[in-house]
């Protein structure tokens, strides 16, 4: 072998290796869970480039690349404070971002996440779900699958979907 393919061989066992001893894929995310001492209740970037979740409460070295069935979604209506809100809100954000509780109630779990609004292929910090929405001439009132090729609950960030098509996971 040239020094290429023992480069390249060293490469595929070490990623086989670290994928077999470490990366689960078909092990759910599990939120929260610690790493390295902080908390977290979504996916994250910390000490890798692609957004990754530990399998486990306490990272123990176990975990997965994360899909976008993996990130929790915003559970509405939620309570916080006391108050039942049914789209993402800024009240209590440090920063001034939306934000939602992935619980049906944030005062008990404390669990929550930044909105985000998605677009074919990307997550980008914006707007909360706007109740009621028009979506093929028909009103919503909550979060719907119609129209998902995943199956996954959405809703329009304007009353006008048929119009705007700008939308957000739930």
């Given at each position: 072998m040239n020094?290429?393919s023992?480069y390249?061989?060293?490469w595929?066992?070490?990623l ?7 990366g ?29 979740c530990a399998?486990?409460?306490v ?7 994360c ?7 915003c559970?509405f209506?939620?309570i916080y404070r ?12 440090f ?5 939602c509780s ?6 008990e779990m404390?669990?929550w ?7 074919i292929?990307?997550?980008l910090?914006?707007s ?9 001439n ?12 995943e ?7 304007s009353y006008?979907?048929d ?8």
């Amino acid at each position: 072998m040239n020094g290429w393919s023992t480069y390249l061989l060293g490469w595929t066992t070490f990623l086989l290796y670290s994928c077999e001893t470490h990366g689960d894929s078909k092990a759910p995310c599990v939120f929260p869970f610690i790493y390295k001492g902080s908390v977290y209740f979504s996916c994250t970037k910390k000490g890798s480039l692609s957004p990754w979740c530990a399998t486990k409460a306490v990272y123990d070295r176990h975990w997965k690349p994360c899909l976008v069935e993996d990130y929790p979604r915003c559970i509405f209506p939620f309570i916080y404070r006391g108050k039942s809100y049914s789209n993402c809100i800024t009240e209590g954000s440090f920063f001034g971002k939306l934000w939602c509780s992935v619980t049906s109630n944030y005062d008990e779990m404390k669990q929550w996440k930044y909105c985000e609004i998605n677009g074919i292929t990307s997550l980008l910090p914006g707007s909360p779900c706007h109740f009621p929405f028009i979506y093929k001439n028909k009103n919503y009132f909550n979060c719907t699958r119609k129209g998902s090729k995943e199956n996954l609950r959405w809703c329009a960030t304007s009353y006008a979907y048929d119009q705007d098509r700008t939308w957000v996971y739930c």
